[in-house]
């Protein structure tokens, strides 16, 4: 956008966003895109699912304390989210044990030293992992705080 301000192109069409990213391409050359590996990939893939049926059993654990307020509590209800609460444990405890084959040692290594940071865990360590691609695809500290957003400015 800044780069078609500075060059006075105004119009906005895909075929002068076309030509303007052709144009920005050949004067800064920028790095071609490293996608993510296949383990990033994967690993990324079990901690969405894994996020995701912690949030079910936290939905479920709430429904039910809920429902044992009512003063006709339905027994066969209360027996159905009780069922599906130990499913989702179930399920989240096999999802846990999977994380850790998903792992190389070089990641391993990386996930130790982002631990090592007071007040991060498992998870978030996890999490930091898999969105940065192990912090292959950043330079300085200064890009990834830009990645992630945390880098104030007056605009």
């Known amino acids: 956008k800044h780069f078609c301000r500075m060059k006075n192109i105004i119009t906005k069409t895909d075929a002068e966003d076309a030509k303007a990213i052709r144009l920005y391409g050949e004067l800064f050359r920028p790095e071609n895109y490293v996608p993510k590996s ?4 994967h690993l990324d893939q079990e901690i969405k699912l894994l996020n995701d049926l ?3 059993k936290r939905r479920y654990a709430v429904k039910l304390k809920a429902l044992r307020f009512n003063p006709y509590l339905n027994p066969d209800t209360e027996k159905h989210y009780e069922r599906r609460l130990k499913q989702l444990e179930k399920e989240i405890k096999e999802v846990e044990l999977r994380l850790p084959k998903l792992q190389d040692e070089e990641f391993k290594k990386v996930k130790y030293l982002i ?3 007071s007040g991060i865990g498992e ?10 691609s192990g912090f292959k695809n950043f330079d300085s500290a200064k890009s990834l705080v830009k990645y992630f957003g945390l ?4 605009y």
């Open 38 to 41: 296949i383990e990033i990939e």
């Open 54 to 56: 912690e949030e079910e």
């Open 115 to 117: 631990q090592s940071v």
């Open 123 to 132: 998870k978030t360590s996890l999490q930091l992992m898999t969105a940065t």
């Open 151 to 154: 880098a104030p400015r007056i």
